[in-house]
């Protein structure tokens, strides 16, 4: 079957033969992946290569670190306000859907302005940079690069990466990270929860210029510091030693495939065909986000009517498509194509679509 879950995701399928040996017997350690110490030198290698095979896909300059922290992205972006900004600083933040809403909640002691937001037209549009009020002296600019849930992302089309002048610009990315080249050079922080298109949940990523590390933020306990996590690479404590493993063994297999230009590729491909069965539907299917900042990654959509969303799902799951139902907040249908899904599976999903509009339509 092919699995649209927006998270957790589907993973490439060689990486999961792969950990299911691994978890019985792994390699010449004569233990199980998962029970292996992380100070010992198997482990201390897997960090090493993930790390070493993230910075080759993503052309992380020398000047970044990178942190794999245990938690989700949630937690990041608590720990971006305690690490960059001094209590009380200002902080600017864009909000174009449902996750930098929740961005909003982790700030507890900084003075938060929302420099723009497209939540009064149901977050379907990214305001224009122009639009942007941002302040002189904030801490740093929080943008969404893909909300995964409204089926929003800043693409080309919209325009180039907003320009935040001297102030760094913090960037999720849990939902687009590695679907194509990016310059990182551009933001002084991205962050992604690794369960699309890194690997399983559990762990996070961090890249983050090093020089802002030096910065004061708040008095924070150590485990929450990354200058210290940096210093200790991401092992104060007992990191998640088995979804560090198999986030190195997705990154591998992204490497393999051709990097985040073949990536690229594919994302184009197979969100294009998905755009076209529902503008070509006649009004069956429908997306209402502004097409020039369409998610290539996750692409909501609605059926005429809400009595056939129940139909729609179990015919899919008869035809071995499954985690189709939209999020709770959106309603309707979501598809997420990640990194892992090939385009037959989009293929796939096509036909169906048209085959569910001819019975019903
Ligand atoms: N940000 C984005 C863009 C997401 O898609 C998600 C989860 O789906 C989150 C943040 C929250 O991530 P987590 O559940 O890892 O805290």
Redesign the pocket.
């Not at 010992?40 to 993230?54: C, I, N, T, Y």
């Not at 609605?302 to 009595?307: G, I, K, N, V, Y």
């Given at each position: 079957s092919y699995n649209f879950s927006?998270?957790p995701a589907a993973l490439p399928e060689a990486v999961l033969r792969q950990v299911q040996q691994d978890m019985l017997e792994w390699g010449e350690t004569g233990a199980s992946v998962v029970e292996i110490s992380h100070r010992g030198p198997e482990f201390l290698e897997v960090a090493r290569q993930a790390e070493a095979d993230l910075r080759t896909l993503l052309a992380i300059p020398d000047d970044y670190a990178v942190l794999f922290p245990a938690?989700?992205?949630?937690?990041q972006?608590a720990l971006i306000a305690l690490n960059f900004a001094s209590p009380g600083q200002r902080v600017d933040y864009v909000v174009t859907g449902h996750?930098g809403r929740?961005a909003l909640k982790q700030l507890a002691t900084v003075d938060v302005n929302i420099a723009a937001s497209s939540e009064d037209d149901g977050f379907r549009t990214i305001p224009a940079r122009a639009s942007w009020r941002l302040s002189k002296d904030a801490a740093y600019v929080h943008v969404?690069s893909?909300?995964?849930i409204h089926g929003v992302e800043f693409r080309p089309a919209w325009g180039p990466v907003p320009d935040t002048g001297d102030v760094p610009l913090f960037a999720?990315f849990?939902?687009n990270i590695a679907s194509e080249p990016i310059d990182i050079s551009r933001y002084g922080l991205i962050y992604a929860?690794a369960?699309?298109n890194l690997g399983p949940?559990g762990i996070?990523v961090v890249i983050v210029r090093r020089d802002l590390l030096e910065r004061a933020g708040h008095p924070r306990a150590d485990i929450f510091n990354y200058a210290s996590q940096l210093r200790a690479e991401s092992m104060l404590n007992t990191p998640p030693t088995w979804n560090w493993y198999v986030l190195g063994l997705t990154v591998r297999w992204m490497i393999e495939q051709g990097g985040t230009a073949e990536f690229d590729r594919r994302s184009a491909e197979k969100s294009a065909l998905l755009y076209e069965a529902i503008d070509g539907s006649g009004g069956f299917y429908r997306n209402d986000v502004d097409p020039a900042v369409r998610s290539r990654m996750n692409v909501p959509f609605f059926l005429p009517d809400p009595a056939l969303d129940a139909p729609f799902l179990d015919g899919a799951r008869e035809a071995g498509l499954i985690g189709l139902k939209g999020h709770r907040v959106l309603g309707g249908m979501r598809a997420s194509i990640y990194n892992a899904m090939p385009v037959e599976g989009v293929r796939a999903l096509v036909g169906y679509m048209r085959e569910f509009q001819a019975r019903h339509g």
């Amino acid at each position: 079957s092919y699995n649209f879950s927006p998270g957790p995701a589907a993973l490439p399928e060689a990486v999961l033969r792969q950990v299911q040996q691994d978890m019985l017997e792994w390699g010449e350690t004569g233990a199980s992946v998962v029970e292996i110490s992380h100070r010992g030198p198997e482990f201390l290698e897997v960090a090493r290569q993930a790390e070493a095979d993230l910075r080759t896909l993503l052309a992380i300059p020398d000047d970044y670190a990178v942190l794999f922290p245990a938690g989700g992205a949630t937690t990041q972006q608590a720990l971006i306000a305690l690490n960059f900004a001094s209590p009380g600083q200002r902080v600017d933040y864009v909000v174009t859907g449902h996750w930098g809403r929740t961005a909003l909640k982790q700030l507890a002691t900084v003075d938060v302005n929302i420099a723009a937001s497209s939540e009064d037209d149901g977050f379907r549009t990214i305001p224009a940079r122009a639009s942007w009020r941002l302040s002189k002296d904030a801490a740093y600019v929080h943008v969404t690069s893909n909300e995964t849930i409204h089926g929003v992302e800043f693409r080309p089309a919209w325009g180039p990466v907003p320009d935040t002048g001297d102030v760094p610009l913090f960037a999720d990315f849990s939902s687009n990270i590695a679907s194509e080249p990016i310059d990182i050079s551009r933001y002084g922080l991205i962050y992604a929860g690794a369960q699309k298109n890194l690997g399983p949940v559990g762990i996070a990523v961090v890249i983050v210029r090093r020089d802002l590390l030096e910065r004061a933020g708040h008095p924070r306990a150590d485990i929450f510091n990354y200058a210290s996590q940096l210093r200790a690479e991401s092992m104060l404590n007992t990191p998640p030693t088995w979804n560090w493993y198999v986030l190195g063994l997705t990154v591998r297999w992204m490497i393999e495939q051709g990097g985040t230009a073949e990536f690229d590729r594919r994302s184009a491909e197979k969100s294009a065909l998905l755009y076209e069965a529902i503008d070509g539907s006649g009004g069956f299917y429908r997306n209402d986000v502004d097409p020039a900042v369409r998610s290539r990654m996750n692409v909501p959509f609605f059926l005429p009517d809400p009595a056939l969303d129940a139909p729609f799902l179990d015919g899919a799951r008869e035809a071995g498509l499954i985690g189709l139902k939209g999020h709770r907040v959106l309603g309707g249908m979501r598809a997420s194509i990640y990194n892992a899904m090939p385009v037959e599976g989009v293929r796939a999903l096509v036909g169906y679509m048209r085959e569910f509009q001819a019975r019903h339509g």
